[in-house]
């Protein structure tokens, strides 16, 4: 066996560290050992583990957590930590916490009585607890206006102002008018810019969107560069559309939600109002319905398929891209009120005819 050498994976064969995630874990970890009681530590851990860090790891399907996602998952775990932390003071558990103990803890000044609310529903569902009721909080929805003009003033001015950075224009639009999320933003590569036809397209789901001009030529000069002075710590050329400061490595979320701010767009407003436009241009699924006049009485035996009603809406994703209006840039994920090819009036430079 002299002579042999171990060798270890080849380079890139490993999955890239969510850091992120990493994180959380070890957070997660800590958080569940600092209850004193087993019984709490058990309730604790189902829900941080189980519950939520689960269900995380599922909806990422392998790309790396956002930082919203992160804090969404450690906002609920500490919420259910202080109110265990509450129970222990007092010398209850919550096992035998009572209906009035949970009304005192929610009236008081806890910061954070949805995400207790949703621990409690939890623990009552998996025997932690019983006879608890917590009311569960519907969102109000945005916190701030829905100005659809801002948006689109907003959007024509970085599609149309050459004196705003390259990088931050496309940022911007890509919430604007795909109502996309900063890390799915800062997550672009080159190898998301495709070439078809002399188009510029950009794969954001399953399916390229064709970018509105110039918007399009926008994403073609991300994809080759050269990139903006100070972009990077090194000249070494980046595969990230929205590379950061350290060689290699793309830009994060804070700051990319700074250099948008700076240009007068705030992420988050920016895509909850393009996320109601675009809810409000899918159209409404319409059902052929029996009327009463051709209704047949219901006979003793079994109903043939043509007798059993209209059939079920369809909802896989091959059917909601069928029902897709025509002439517009969708995919599985992604949804544009833009057109393909056309660049409406609202977007067009004001001394434009």
């Not at 000044?109 to 409690?120: D, E, I, L, Q």
């Not at 940022?171 to 795909?178: C, H, P, Q, V």
Request: with cysteine; proline share 10%.
């Amino acid at each position: 066996m002299s002579g042999c050498v171990a060798s270890g994976p080849p380079a890139g064969a490993l999955p890239a560290r969510d850091e992120r995630l990493a994180a959380l874990e070890r957070w997660l970890g800590q958080a569940v050992a600092g209850q004193p009681d087993p019984r709490h530590r058990q309730a604790l851990r189902g829900y941080a583990v189980w519950h939520h860090l689960r269900r995380l790891r599922g909806r990422l399907d392998g790309r790396p957590a956002s930082r919203q996602q992160i804090k969404n998952v450690r906002d609920h775990v500490a919420a259910a930590a202080a109110f265990l932390d509450w129970l222990t003071a007092r010398g209850l558990t919550l096992a035998a916490c009572t209906q009035a103990e949970l009304d005192q803890w929610l009236a008081g000044t806890c910061g954070h009585p949805a995400r207790s609310a949703n621990f409690v529903r939890w623990a009552v569902a998996r025997r932690h607890a019983s006879g608890l009721t917590a009311p569960a909080t519907r969102w109000p929805g945005p916190s701030g206006p829905l100005d659809q003009d801002r948006r689109w003033a907003d959007a024509r001015r970085l599609l149309h102002d050459d004196a705003y950075p390259a990088a931050g224009r496309v940022a911007g639009l890509l919430i604007l008018l795909y109502a996309q999320k900063l890390n799915v933003i800062t997550a672009l590569t080159t190898r998301h810019v495709l070439h078809e036809d002399g188009r510029t397209l950009l794969r954001l789901g399953s399916r390229p969107i064709i970018p509105p001009a110039p918007l399009d030529t926008l994403v073609a000069g991300l994809a080759i560069g050269p990139r903006p002075p100070g972009s990077s710590l090194s000249d070494v050329s980046s595969p990230w559309l929205f590379p950061g400061r350290q060689p290699g490595s793309a830009l994060t979320e804070d700051a990319l939600a700074q250099r948008l701010h700076a240009l007068g767009i705030s992420p988050r407003q920016g895509r909850s109002t393009a996320l109601f436009a675009l809810a409000a241009g899918v159209p409404a699924p319409s059902w052929p319905r029996r009327s009463a006049s051709t209704s047949r009485p219901r006979s003793s035996g079994r109903r043939s398929p043509a007798e059993t009603g209209p059939p079920t809406p369809p909802t896989s994703a091959a059917a909601a891209r069928r029902r897709n209006r025509p002439g517009q840039a969708i995919s599985t994920r992604t949804r544009c009120l833009v057109p393909r090819g056309h660049v409406p009036d609202v977007l067009r430079p004001p001394d434009s005819g």
